[in-house]
C-alpha cells in the first residue's frame, strides 16, 4: 500500500518560508520563442526517448553582451513524436566569471524547460495524454559532444 505524505500548514517552519531578497542571475532571458514546433499523435512500437541538440550559441554583432542561443528537442514515445526547436536571446553580465560557462550550460536548461511547458501545453488537449517531457541532465549531454 503507498504512503500518502501531506504537509499541512501547522507543519511548516515559519523561518523556512521567509522570503528574502535575491540578486538578479548574471544570464537573464530577454525573448523566447519556437522557431519548429511538431506534434504528431501516432501510435507505434517505440520506447520513450528524448534526444536534445548541443546548444548553437551566436553573440550579437550589435552588442557583445546579448546571445542567441538555439536549441533542438525531439521526442518519441508509443503515441507522439514531437519535435520542437527553440531559440532565445539572453544578455549576460560582462563582470560574471566565466561568462561562456553560464552560456553554455544554464541557457540551454532555460530553454529546456520552456520547452516542456510548450510540450504540455500543445498535448494538454490531445485525444491520447498530457506529454511531460522527462527532466534531462544537459550538462552530461552538453560535455558528450
Not at 488537449?125 to 541532465?137: F, H, I, K, M, Q
Amino acid at each position: 500500500m503507498a504512503t500518502r505524505w501531506l504537509l499541512r500548514l501547522s507543519d511548516v517552519n515559519e523561518k523556512a518560508l521567509r522570503l528574502t531578497k535575491v540578486p538578479q542571475a548574471a544570464l537573464q532571458l530577454e525573448a523566447a520563442w519556437a522557431d519548429e514546433l511538431h506534434v504528431l499523435v501516432e501510435r507505434s512500437e517505440m520506447d520513450q526517448e528524448v534526444k536534445v541538440s548541443r546548444p548553437d550559441i551566436r553573440r550579437s554583432p550589435d552588442d557583445p553582451n546579448r546571445y542567441a542561443v538555439r536549441l533542438r528537442v525531439r521526442y518519441v514515445d508509443p503515441d507522439f513524436r514531437i519535435t520542437v526547436a527553440a531559440r532565445g536571446v539572453f544578455s549576460l553580465d560582462p563582470t560574471q566569471e566565466e561568462p561562456q560557462r553560464l552560456l553554455q550550460y544554464n541557457a540551454p536548461a532555460i530553454l529546456y524547460g520552456l520547452i516542456r511547458g510548450w510540450v504540455m501545453l500543445m498535448t494538454g488537449g490531445a485525444s491520447v495524454r498530457r506529454v511531460e517531457l522527462p527532466a534531462v541532465n544537459l550538462a552530461e549531454r552538453i560535455e558528450r559532444g
